[in-house]
């Protein structure tokens, strides 16, 4: 803890002194003036607070691909804090093991199971819509896109209804982990949520191993009795599942609507054409990406962009930067839901990493982006919107919107 109080306090004051990647790791509303400094200072750029930082799209790509770099320091270590329970995740493990846990997690995401999670999606976006009262107002995050990716999240890994208040409860807490945290208070408070999630996982793992069922709590439990994995291992695999896609994905719709709702033409657009929505998905991840920042660690000296990174040397890809890279997106700063570029963005990182849920939250956006324009074509914003301040993720926490 003490580290982590020095640490905040250097890139304090390295803010202060105009570092544009420190000013970015104290959370900013808008991070995107700084992402052109950064830019400024050519491809790949050290830091005051030691860390090399790129805002460029083609080498950002090259890092998150080249097995040069880990995740965690060549002799295993984590470079952020650790929270008990989900240390075995794989987001944060490097081959060989996670590709062996990676594996597992594979086949939920295939084709075929997308077909059947979709009408699934369809429902759960109609209910909520139908629980609202639109004219009288309501909040886009805490009424509808933050209940949406957990109904799905929950289904996948088989939640009784007697567990689903507090998996929601510790779900949502526990993602904040991604978001980073602000005080030893606050870690403290994350700390909490997070075994709680481990709680919740350790009861039905034993329940799934007496009454076994088509879910991915019960497939963990018998790959875990074939020696496939530990238990630690399949809780942190459920883990993962909960907290990486949760906010991404709430984040994902609320940052979305609120774009459109900032550019009117855009909304009408779609609510012309609803099968814009997956335009809408593609270009908000690129244009106000729900995940900012990919970081990792050379595992052995690496020349790159002219540099010498020592082995030990920390790397940050700014996702949300090198999404608005003018090499790639011509007139980046445009949100243009019709756009058509041959090169993805990064907001699902790329290489080994690359994320899984993808496929899922593509799908779970364009539904909402779908239902809302032709459910509630008036919306509007009622009021301020309060956002997230973090380096990492970008979303909103409040979005007050009226329709009819
Ligand atoms: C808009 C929504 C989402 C965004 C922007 C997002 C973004 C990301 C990013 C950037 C990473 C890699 C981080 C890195 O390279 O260090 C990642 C990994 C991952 N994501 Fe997502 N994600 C989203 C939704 C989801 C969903 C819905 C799920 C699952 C239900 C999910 C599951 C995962 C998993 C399991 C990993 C770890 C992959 C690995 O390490 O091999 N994500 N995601």
Same mark, same amino acid.
């Given at each position: 803890?003490?580290?982590?109080?020095? /640490?905040?306090?250097?890139?304090?004051?390295?803010?202060?002194?105009?570092?544009?990647?420190? #000013?970015?790791?104290?959370?900013?509303?808008?991070?995107?003036?700084?992402?052109?400094? *950064?830019?400024?200072?050519?491809? #790949?750029?050290?830091?005051?607070?030691?860390?090399?930082?790129?805002?460029?799209?083609?080498?950002?790509? %090259?890092? #998150?691909?080249?097995?040069?770099?880990?995740?965690?320091? *060549?002799?295993?270590? %984590?470079?952020?804090?650790?929270?008990?329970?989900?240390?075995?995740?794989? &987001? !944060?493990?490097?081959?060989?093991?996670?590709?062996?846990?990676?594996?597992?997690?594979?086949? @939920?995401?295939?084709?075929?199971?997308?077909?059947?999670?979709?009408?699934? +999606?369809?429902?759960?976006?109609?209910? =909520?819509?139908?629980?609202?009262?639109?004219?009288?107002?309501?909040?886009?995050?805490?009424?509808?896109?933050?209940?949406?990716?957990?109904?799905?999240?929950?289904?996948?890994?088989?939640?009784?209804?007697?567990?689903?208040?507090?998996?929601?409860?510790?779900?949502?807490?526990?993602?904040?982990?991604?978001?980073?945290?602000?005080?030893?208070?606050?870690?403290?408070? =994350?700390?909490?949520?997070?075994?709680?999630?481990?709680? *919740?996982?350790?009861?039905?793992?034993?329940?799934?191993? !007496?009454?076994?069922?088509?879910?991915?709590?019960?497939?963990? +439990?018998?790959?875990?009795?074939?020696?496939?994995?530990?238990?630690?291992?399949?809780?942190?695999?459920?883990?993962?599942?909960?907290?990486?896609?949760?906010?991404?994905? $709430?984040? &994902? *719709?609320?940052?979305?609507?609120?774009?459109?709702?900032?550019?009117?033409?855009?909304?009408?657009?779609?609510?012309?054409?609803?099968? =814009?929505?997956?335009?809408?998905?593609?270009? $908000?991840?690129?244009?106000? /990406?729900?995940?900012?920042?990919?970081?990792?660690?050379?595992?052995?000296? +690496?020349?790159?962009?002219?540099?010498? @990174?020592?082995?030990?040397?920390?790397?940050?890809?700014?996702?949300?930067?090198?999404?608005?890279?003018?090499? +790639?997106?011509?007139?980046?700063?445009?949100?243009?839901?019709?756009?058509?570029? !041959?090169?993805?963005?990064?907001?699902? /990182?790329?290489?080994?990493?690359?994320?899984?849920?993808?496929?899922?939250?593509?799908?779970?956006?364009?539904?909402?982006?779908?239902? &809302?324009?032709?459910?509630?074509?008036?919306?509007?914003?009622?009021?301020?919107?309060?956002?997230?301040?973090?380096? /990492?993720?970008?979303?909103?926490?409040?979005?007050?919107?009226?329709?009819?």
């Amino acid at each position: 803890m003490e580290s982590y109080l020095q /640490s905040s306090r250097f890139i304090w004051s390295m803010g202060a002194l105009g570092d544009p990647y420190a #000013l970015l790791l104290r959370g900013q509303a808008n991070p995107y003036p700084l992402y052109e400094e *950064v830019r400024k200072r050519g491809p #790949l750029h050290l830091s005051r607070v030691d860390t090399w930082v790129t805002a460029d799209h083609a080498l950002g790509n %090259r890092i #998150l691909r080249d097995g040069r770099f880990g995740t965690r320091t *060549v002799a295993g270590e %984590r470079v952020a804090p650790q929270f008990s329970s989900l240390d075995d995740s794989f &987001l !944060k493990l490097d081959p060989p093991d996670h590709t062996r846990m990676r594996r597992l997690a594979i086949p @939920l995401f295939s084709p075929r199971h997308m077909g059947t999670y979709r009408p699934h +999606v369809e429902e759960v976006c109609a209910e =909520l819509l139908d629980r609202l009262d639109p004219v009288s107002g309501f909040d886009l995050v805490k009424d509808f896109s933050k209940h949406l990716p957990i109904a799905l999240i929950r289904g996948l890994l088989g939640i009784p209804d007697e567990y689903r208040e507090k998996f929601d409860h510790c779900c949502h807490g526990a993602a904040q982990v991604l978001e980073g945290f602000v005080s030893p208070e606050h870690l403290g408070e =994350l700390q909490l949520t997070v075994d709680g999630l481990y709680e *919740v996982f350790a009861d039905l793992m034993e329940l799934r191993a !007496k009454e076994p069922g088509d879910d991915v709590i019960s497939r963990l +439990v018998a790959a875990e009795r074939e020696g496939v994995l530990t238990t630690s291992e399949a809780i942190g695999i459920c883990g993962i599942l909960a907290v990486a896609g949760t906010e991404t994905t $709430t984040n &994902l *719709v609320a940052n979305g609507t609120m774009a459109l709702l900032n550019h009117p033409e855009q909304w009408d657009m779609l609510r012309a054409d609803p099968e =814009l929505a997956s335009g809408v998905v593609e270009e $908000t991840l690129r244009w106000d /990406s729900p995940a900012q920042l990919a970081t990792r660690v050379a595992h052995e000296d +690496v020349e790159l962009a002219g540099h010498t @990174l020592p082995a030990g040397s920390l790397v940050a890809v700014l996702l949300g930067a090198a999404n608005r890279d003018p090499e +790639v997106f011509p007139d980046p700063d445009r949100f243009d839901i019709t756009r058509n570029t !041959k090169t993805e963005h990064l907001s699902f /990182s790329g290489g080994p990493h690359y994320c899984l849920g993808a496929p899922l939250a593509r799908m779970e956006a364009a539904a909402a982006f779908r239902a &809302l324009a032709a459910r509630l074509p008036d919306l509007r914003q009622t009021g301020p919107e309060e956002r997230w301040m973090s380096a /990492s993720a970008r979303g909103l926490r409040q979005f007050p919107v009226a329709a009819g």
